[in-house]
């Protein structure tokens, strides 16, 4: 049967880097002026963005006491806590995701639980379970690690299907059912999750499911030779990493409720959703991909590129906002079909195509 060429992409296979290829679809992005009735639909004080924009600065001034670049994870972190998504960070061991994510939490006043998933983990050990009370002769619910306010989940992908699937509801509701009892967890609720690449040994795949719950999937890669560079002296004489109780909080929850308000706030044009739809809709289309994208991921887009835009002081979105966020939005979220996977396209291939092929709104 022939392949219909309007909706094959035709991307070539890539021996690129990863975080190359991510670089170069934000570089691509022709640079776009301000919406022309921005102005007239501007619903947010200009105090408000200067006060979003101080503590968003102050947040990454103190992560950068600790971490040395990865100035654009942090921008992505931000921008899923303020748009109630979740975020997982994959990459290679040795290169501070873990570090990364604890470092953030400590910039925030909030409670923080640090889950290690291993292949013997029990969902009971992550949510919790009813013990008997032998004083009143009752069971009661004690709550598991889950229950705080930012969690990090370190190493995912080593637990079984089982247990992944145990933050299912918890992700997705904010709320855990346990024995016909419901349990709605406290605000804000942000999950991190780091993994391996799947080539490591005695990892399990994450199922579509359980990925899509996730706004962002990031790749972390090795630090250039000059970043590496500042790790080794600004480590030279701190081998317990004492450095890391420098770290204030500069974040509180009240802050974080705030910003979420004032994300919904920012004005996207109707040509920009419309570009957005036409983006996910493309990725159903196409020849390339068995799996396209769903509605949450248009909904991600949408979310996270205002929050990109608060952040830097704007309260409008651009073409720049959403395609900056395409990525780390899409990358988890669809499949290539088997005739390119065989090809060895890589997906960040056919994202790039597909933001290409929509025309961007003038």
């Known amino acids: 049967m022939m392949e219909n060429e309007e909706n094959n992409l035709n991307p070539t296979p890539s021996n690129e880097p990863e975080e190359n290829k991510e670089q170069r679809i934000e570089q691509e992005t022709p640079v776009q002026e301000a919406p022309v009735h921005a102005v007239s639909n501007k619903k947010i004080a200009d105090e408000h963005l200067v006060k979003v924009s101080n503590i968003v600065q102050g947040v990454k001034d103190e992560i950068g006491k600790v971490i040395v670049g990865q100035e654009e994870t942090v921008d992505l972190l931000l921008a899923a806590l303020f748009t109630n998504g979740h975020v997982l960070l994959e990459g290679v061991p040795g290169i501070a995701k873990t570090l990364l994510t604890k470092v953030l939490a400590k910039t925030l006043t ?24 032998l004083k009143d002769s009752e069971f009661v619910f004690k709550s598991g690690p889950i229950f705080s306010n930012i969690i990090l989940i370190d190493e995912i992908n080593r637990a079984p299907a089982k247990t992944q699937a145990a933050l299912f509801e918890v992700m997705e509701e904010f709320q855990v059912t346990y024995d016909g009892t419901t349990y709605p967890m ?115 887009i949408l979310k996270t590129s205002k929050a990109l835009a608060l952040m830097n002081g704007r309260y409008f979105v651009t073409p720049d906002d959403i395609r900056r ?26 994202i790039n195509d597909v933001l290409q092929k929509v025309e961007v709104p003038r």
């Open 110 to 133: 909030a409670n923080f639980s640090r889950i290690q998933f291993t292949p013997d983990l029990m969902p009971t050990d992550v949510l919790g379970t009813t013990i008997f009370n």
């Open 186 to 300: 406290s605000k804000p609720f942000f999950v991190m999750a780091t993994q391996n690449p799947i080539e490591q040994e005695g990892t399990y795949s994450l199922p579509e499911a359980q990925l899509d719950r996730f706004a962002f999937k990031l790749h972390l890669s090795y630090p250039s030779v000059s970043e590496e560079i500042q790790i080794l002296k600004r480590f030279q004489e701190d081998f317990k990493q004492t450095q890391t109780e420098t770290v204030q909080p500069v974040l509180a929850p009240q802050d974080i409720e705030f910003f979420k308000k004032q994300v919904e706030l920012v004005y996207i044009k109707d040509e920009l959703i419309e570009y957005i739809a036409k983006v996910i809709g493309l990725t159903r289309e196409i020849n390339d991909l068995f799996l396209g994208a769903s509605p949450r991921a248009s909904l991600a």
């Open 325 to 350: 966020v395409s990525y780390p939005v899409l990358n988890h979220r669809i499949l290539l079909s088997p005739e390119k996977e065989m090809e060895g396209v890589e997906i960040s291939d056919v």
